[in-house]
């Protein structure tokens, strides 16, 4: 750990995510949820603050019926958020801004 992430815990999400990713399309919205909620408890707890936005814009868009490629866009960029590296405000205000961008939808 050079750079000081747990990469072992950045491994975890980054299946977690590619799991939620390979089921968006068919899955039950509230099991979609739960993964996603699980994701952002994970993030909370080890200073992984840009992928929350991400995470409540994405469970957002489940909750209004929302499915392939704004889903597929949104876990791209919470891919992205997660393996930063970064727990700043900087950072926070980037991903926020950038879900904003794409995942306007």
Do not use: K, Y
């Amino acid at each position: 750990m050079v750079d000081g992430r747990n990469w072992a815990l950045t491994h975890e999400l980054m299946g977690r995510i590619d799991s939620l990713g390979a089921r968006a399309a068919r899955a039950a919205t509230a099991d979609l949820a739960g993964d996603l909620d699980a994701i952002r408890r994970i993030a909370l707890a080890n200073h992984m603050s840009p992928a929350i936005p991400i995470v409540h814009a994405l469970e957002t868009a489940l909750a209004s019926g929302q499915r392939g490629p704004l889903i597929a866009d949104g876990l791209s960029l919470l891919r992205d958020a997660v393996t930063c590296g970064r727990d700043d405000r900087r950072a926070d205000a980037t991903f926020a801004a950038a879900c904003a961008i794409r995942l306007a939808g």
